[in-house]
């Protein structure tokens, strides 16, 4: 705004451009410089040890890797099942660095690499801001993009996970399409699928792309906008794009053969007979045409659509998947997938969660949506598109906000620029002498002659524009202040790494997750193995280093369920399960101690559900409600849930820490715990962390003389049974098919 | 008259149509015939060297877009932004070295 030529206004949005940059860097770092520079969450444990492997034994180990560290007896190919996108940019890049002398660890690497694509996210916003309006939004789209909390919660520092680089990924390849569909250039096109087909490489979000520019390209279609540029544009991409993205393993034959990659094909064929039949028209009158080809676009139309549909009812074309399946039919996942549905992503989006991740862009939205209704050229039917399809899902599904929130920056954007075009704008009669209102303010004495004065009086005088001005930069002001506030408050904090304030406002470090796995990984043999449920699977091994039964990668339901019906059943029976999977270590999450609510017992009914559905006459939820259908942990549980080994694993000695006289309180369920001693007659406690949140339970071999557990348990225990009678033998027979 | 239709059809694209065009609907029409050969020996034969199959057939399909951009490009008919046709051209081999790269990885 202050450059006098256009080479100082390109200097200025490349400093602003940093200056974002940078910005978008540091808000992400909270996490680091609070706690210290480790991997967060769950999945980020996962992709930080294949990078590892890929950085310790090269790329085409890495493609070739069987992972025997994971789903014990199955093991798992992980070269064909994930998505290497963000390894192989983590390997590039200390690769990169350590050829240049500049030896990083490969961790930090990985710490680091959200913050700096975050970065790269902003110019690519600034980029596609631009193409659809100018650079003035563009920096705006880029500054907004840079500290919107909504994608500052997937790309903090540590948290190493597929989306940190998939948005700057769709952004640039939204950026490629607009840019080559404006051009009618087949050398963006090839740019779009090469990025398209790094975006396949980096995150199953691709599939959002793969069917949002064919519905673009449909609308315009359906616009009768059908230039021979869309067709350049969308075949380069469409061929290129499917054929490059078939090159990854995971996806393999997919985009030929499922459902979501349809649309995509449908719309590729529906333009190779538009663009024969317009050049065809062009050989031909209006009227000879009209007798020629009068209902053969809709009637080839309607059979191509009909053998899509004819085949996917035929079985060549899969149908969705439940995971997508579920966007649309809310209630699928929750009735028949509860593996999907257990997941708190999964869950439809509350109204302030909204305005938490967004704030001021949240109402501006809709107004830059409307702007868009207004100029209406292609690439702004796009931004509508993305818009609405956006929306939606953010709305089905949390997870979700965070491909909504790059078309929310770049629409509130367009509409906070436009404002400003209008009230920055320099008034009507300075326009003729000066281009810049700036030049004229720094150099008064010059200018003054030759301005036409209109002269104002009253309330005309008073400049009204800074009454639009000023509240405007107040707003942005506190938008900033937000999005600072909620990513230091919000979304900062390492999980694994658990921070409580002490009274005089210092800060208490609870961090019994790190000691229970390194207790693992020094005390237990090399190949030993763990069960524990699916969710903390990615971090036993991670940082373990052990073998787990299931993990946060839960292709296998069956064998989840397996677990789960370990957990929820009598110790008899798991002990049964634990010695079939050779299991040597029980882990279970416990936080009744400390209040830390997101423990097993609180994630127990999703066990028990999971394990229902594949064992139901093993396993019924049913009975894990009193009769009153209350989910109750204190003495009046059930007895099905006493005796369950989560229970039991969980409450094993709890009563002991409050003393004899003490009442013990489980501090997450609120309800006393019944003082009563728990007996394990199968597993030994091994250890149990500082803060009781991680137990770890040793399973016992058999018994040397071949007695069941439980009866060798209770000839150790008690003295009365040695009377050698028939009928106390009988008693303990009848009592131990109750513990059952 | 459909008859009619077509042979008027006909005399319109030679009349019309530049030589350089011209040659691009022959190569079309070849790149065409060699992925309806592939599709019916696959229909014949069945499917399985699956990647083989897609990565021929999609190579027909692909230089066959390629091509039919190039025509359109290079066509005086269309509006095209500041494209020029040597640049048309670099395209099209920019497209063409990226897309054949992934055929021949994909091959197997």
């Known amino acids: 705004m202050g450059a006098s030529t256009a080479a100082d206004a390109v200097w200025l949005r490349v400093v602003i451009l940093v200056a974002i940059g940078v910005l978008s860097i540091s808000s992400r770092l909270f996490s680091v410089i609070r706690f210290e520079s480790v991997i967060h969450e769950f999945d980020p444990w996962f992709n930080y ?12 180990e890495f493609l070739n890797w069987f992972d025997d560290f994971s789903w014990y007896p199955l093991g798992r190919v992980v070269g064909g099942t994930v998505y290497p996108g963000i390894m192989i940019t983590a390997g590039a890049a200390h690769w990169i660095m350590n050829k240049l002398n500049f030896p990083v660890d490969i961790r930090n690497v990985c710490v680091f690499l959200a913050p700096f694509f975050s970065a790269f996210t902003a110019v690519a916003c600034y980029l596609l801001t631009t193409e659809i309006k100018d650079a003035s939004a563009g920096l705006l789209a880029a500054a907004f993009i840079g500290i919107a909390p909504g994608y500052i919660s997937r790309s903090v520092a540590g948290s190493y ?11 640039i390849t939204f950026y490629f399409w607009l840019k080559a569909l404006k051009l009618g250039s087949s050398f963006y096109g090839g740019l779009t699928a090469l990025f398209y087909f790094y975006m396949v490489s980096a995150w199953g979000g691709y599939v959002f792309i793969i069917n949002l520019i064919p519905l673009h390209a449909f609308a315009l279609l359906l616009m009768g906008r059908f230039t021979p540029r869309l067709y350049v544009a969308y075949s380069t991409f469409y061929v290129i794009g499917t054929l490059s993205s078939m090159q990854i393993p995971f996806v393999g034959f997919q985009p030929t053969r499922t459902s979501e990659h349809m649309a995509a094909l449908g719309i590729f064929g529906l333009l ?8 065809i028209r062009s050989h031909l009158s209006a009227n000879q045409f009209q007798s020629l080809f009068q209902g053969l676009i809709l009637s080839i139309f309607l059979v191509g659509f009909a053998a899509l549909v004819a085949l996917t009812f035929g079985g060549y074309i899969a149908p969705w998947t439940g995971r997508f399946y579920s966007l ?42 409307y702007f868009c209704f207004q100029e209406l050229r292609d690439e702004h039917v796009f931004i509508i598109i993305y818009a609405v399809t956006g929306s939606y899902f953010a709305g089905v599904m949390v997870r979700l906000m965070l491909t909504l929130t790059p078309c929310v920056c770049i629409a509130s954007a367009f509409a906070i620029s436009k404002v400003l075009d209008v009230y920055l704008a320099p008034p009507k009669e300075v326009l003729n002498d000066e281009p810049e209102e700036e030049t ?37 002001v506190l ?74 990668n839960t292709w296998n339901n069956t064998h989840i369920a397996t677990v789960g019906k370990a957990m929820s059943c009598s110790e008899d029976v798991s002990y ?56 109750r942990v204190d003495d009046q549980a059930t007895p099905t849930m006493k005796n369950s080994v989560m229970y039991k694993t969980s409450y094993y000695r709890f009563a002991e820490l409050y003393g004899p006289n003490g009442n013990p309180y489980d501090r997450v369920r609120n309800q006393p715990i019944p003082k009563k001693a728990i007996n394990l007659h199968t597993m030994d406690e091994a250890f149990t962390s500082e803060n009781f949140i991680v137990r770890i339970y040793q399973v016992k071999d058999l018994d040397n003389l071949g007695r069941s557990l439980n009866a060798a348990a209770s000839f150790g225990k008690s003295k009365r049974k040695k009377r050698a009678s028939v009928k106390v033998a009988a008693t303990r027979k009848a009592r131990d098919d109750d513990d059952e | 008259t459909q008859t009619q239709l077509v042979t008027r059809l006909w005399s319109g694209y030679t009349n019309s149509t530049p030589q350089l065009l011209r040659l691009i609907d022959a190569y079309l029409a070849a790149v065409m015939l060699s992925g309806a050969i592939q599709f019916v020996y696959v229909l014949l034969v069945g499917t399985f060297p699956y990647n083989s199959f897609l990565s021929g057939f999609i190579a027909s399909v692909g230089a066959f877009i390629l091509a039919a951009n190039l025509r359109m490009q290079l066509n005086g008919a269309n509006e095209f932004y500041s494209l020029s046709p040597e640049g048309a051209f670099a395209e099209f081999i920019f497209c063409s070295l990226v897309f054949y790269g992934f055929v021949v990885n994909f091959l197997g």
């Open chain 1, 49 to 60: 040890r294949s990078t590892m492997q890929l950085v310790e034994k090269g790329f085409y």
């Open chain 1, 161 to 171: 996970d597929n989306e940190g680089i998939a948005i700057f990924l769709l952004m």
């Open chain 1, 272 to 279: 190779q007979i538009i663009a024969f039949i317009e050049m």
């Open chain 1, 328 to 369: 649309w039919d809310t209630g699928y996942a929750k009735k028949y997938i509860p593996i999907i549905a257990s997941v708190s992503e999964h869950q439809p989006t509350a109204w302030p969660a909204f305005f938490f991740d967004l704030q001021l862009l949240m109402p501006l939205f809709p107004a830059g949506i």
């Open chain 1, 440 to 476: 004229a303010a720094t150099k008064p004495g010059d200018k003054a002659p030759e301005r036409p004065k209109t002269i104002l009086y009253g309330i005309k005088d008073f400049d009204s524009r800074l009454a639009v001005i000023v509240p405007i930069s107040v707003v942005l």
């Open chain 1, 479 to 552: 938008f900033a202040w937000h999005c600072t506030w909620v990513t230091s408050s919000a979304y900062s904090s390492p999980s694994i790494v658990l921070a409580s304030q002490n009274r005089d406002g210092s800060q208490h470090i609870i961090d019994d997750f790190r000691e229970a796995y390194y207790w693992l990984r020094q005390n237990s043999e090399p190949d030993d193995k763990i069960l524990s449920w699916w969710d903390y699977g990615y971090q036993i091994t991670g940082m373990a280093n052990r073998t787990v039964l299931v993990d946060n």
């Open chain 1, 576 to 631: 049964e399960i634990m010695k079939r999977h050779d299991v040597k270590f029980v882990l279970v999450i416990f936080g009744a101690v400390l209040g830390y609510s997101g423990d097993d017992i609180n994630k127990f009914l999703w066990m028990v559900r999971i394990g229902e559905g594949v064992y139901p006459n093993d396993v019924s939820e049913r009975s894990f409600f009193t009769d009153r259908g209350e989910y």
